[in-house]
């Protein structure tokens, strides 16, 4: 496993792919998965700028956001875009959306696509 | 199932406080328990609803703690932590007892004391009931769920911001009516929202929600005794029942659910009670919904059944949650006003409606009020408990 990826979980009985990953599966309870990543295109389905950071921020403010996938699956990660629209095509990537002690913690992040 | 009843209620200020979170626990108990007027009645169990007090406070084992500090040995002793939705999950276990014979009395007691940590800490505690890799590693907080939230419900269904601080106006306005909330303030809408000040008054707190329509963090305590139906008689008192609980969960990561914009857990919880106490929405005369922030409020009112899908903005505009309104949400001034000590809030929702059914809620009393609903809502909509108090004759 990557740490420069995010990984949902496939379905090795029925294909479907959760994220975040489950200890069985939503669609046919089924129990054996692979890790297959997670990200690619998809369109911004909503977004807020939060002022009233989380601990391990000193931002003025953090832009969070769901983008839906093209394959239909919602993420949450962080959006780097300075003229956010509900519905705006997005593309994810990963970069640094959090230092916890010292240590940098990798994840989505969406930019404009 | 053997009928339940709340015999009595009673509850702290909210607010900050200066007292431990066990003596916030023990006065809003003998509150409840001088309500109950129970006489040589023994409480059989207690039940306390917590989410932080092993994070922020240093203790653990609160019912056991409670019962030591009431001089209730040796009744049956036990915490419950749901996150925000504890309260009524606490309730939910003392009816269950009950209702299965196993206790006649039981006394359930809700309390948090939050304000003994900065804000930060404080939204960080309550953070960490989000999904810890698909969420919290981001940032993501209570507000900024909520936000996020009510961006989407508000381009789906017209809702504006006017229609958040309608919420916020008219539970600050019930606040001032009830001695317990934590904010006695009323506020206006050129105050939060239309006059130039209004950005100073009201800072952005997680967009498009500003500090208006955030419940304020708060320390306190609330508290019921449930009774059997013998005891009920026995004690001669307004026999409020139990007459339907309901829970329902959904996924943990909010961006999982199929609609987003859908509080599939509170429609389900609310269905599940209605249909135990044999009635539905309409024959409701007051409602405590759980309005951490405003747009829960509307959204809430939707899920639950009061108001068609996308409607329930429009209700309140035209007036009909107010207090003299055809169905008032919120009398106690709701979590924007009364506070939200997140273990207790669940509990402080009965102990209002248990006040309304017996006509004791002065300066805020629904004329005639017989049943009463109330929406606890823990997770970001990922838990519900769904209550229905009846008065019967």
């Not at chain 2, 959904?250 to 987003?260: G, K, L």
Request: hydrophobic letters at 45%; glycine letters at 10%; proline letters at 5%.
């Amino acid at each position: 496993m990557r740490r420069d990826v995010v990984y949902g979980a496939k379905c090795t009985s029925c294909e479907a792919v959760s994220y975040p990953a489950h200890a069985v599966c939503p669609n046919c309870r089924g129990e054996s998965f692979e890790a297959v990543e997670i990200g690619g295109a998809g369109k911004l389905l909503t977004y807020t700028d939060v002022y009233a950071l989380a601990i391990d921020y000193e931002t003025r403010y953090l832009r969070l956001a769901i983008v839906e996938l093209e394959d239909g699956r919602r993420v949450t990660g962080q959006l780097l875009d300075d003229d956010p629209k509900l519905g705006k095509a997005v593309k994810t990537t990963i970069g640094v959306v959090r230092e916890q002690g010292g240590r940098e913690i990798l994840g989505l992040q969406f930019v404009p696509a | 199932m053997n009928p339940v009843y709340v015999a009595g209620a009673g509850m702290t200020n909210f607010g900050r406080s200066e007292w431990s979170l066990i003596k916030l626990a023990s006065v809003a108990s003998l509150s409840a328990l001088h309500h109950a007027n129970l006489g040589e009645i023994p409480i059989d169990a207690v039940v306390v609803a917590n989410m932080g007090a092993a994070r922020i406070n240093h203790q653990t084992a609160l019912g056991s703690a409670l019962v030591d500090q009431l001089a209730l040995y040796p009744a049956a002793a036990e915490a419950v932590e749901n996150g925000p939705a504890s309260g009524a999950s606490a309730v939910k276990v003392g009816v269950q007892a009950i209702a299965a014979g196993m206790a006649d009395a039981v006394l359930v007691t809700g309390v948090e004391r939050m304000r003994v940590v900065n804000g930060l800490e404080g939204t960080d505690f309550v953070a960490s009931l989000s999904h810890p890799e698909a969420e919290y590693i981001y940032g993501v907080t209570l507000p900024s769920l909520a936000g996020m939230f009510a961006r989407l419900v508000m381009d789906r269904f017209g809702v504006e911001r006017k229609h958040l601080a309608m919420v916020a106006i008219k539970n600050h306005e019930n606040g001032t009516k009830n001695p317990y909330a934590h904010i006695q303030q009323t506020v206006t809408m050129e105050g939060i929202l239309t006059a130039p000040e209004a950005i100073v008054n009201n800072p952005p707190i997680a967009e498009p929600l500003h500090l208006f329509d955030c419940c304020p963090v708060s320390d306190g305590a609330a508290s019921i005794v449930l009774v059997s139906e013998a005891i009920a008689e026995r004690l001669r008192c307004p026999k409020i029942r139990v007459a339907g609980i309901g829970q329902a969960t959904d996924t943990h990561a909010v961006h999982e659910r199929e609609d987003p914009t859908d509080l599939k857990a509170v429609r389900l919880a609310s269905q599940a009670a209605f249909s135990m106490a044999g009635i539905g929405p309409s024959d409701v005369d007051v409602v405590e919904l759980h309005d951490a922030f405003t747009i829960l409020e509307i959204a809430e009112s939707e899920a639950a059944g009061f108001f068609p899908r996308g409607e329930g903005h429009l209700a309140l505009e035209r007036g009909e949650t107010r207090l003299d309104g055809r169905l008032p949400i919120n009398p106690s001034g709701g979590l924007k006003a009364k506070g939200h000590p997140v273990g207790a809030t669940g509990v402080a929702h009965l102990v209002e409606l248990t006040w309304q059914l017996r006509g004791e809620a002065t300066g805020r009393q629904i004329e005639d009020a017989s049943v009463g609903y109330a929406c606890n809502f823990g997770g970001f909509g990922n838990n519900v408990v769904a209550t229905v108090l009846r008065r019967e004759a």
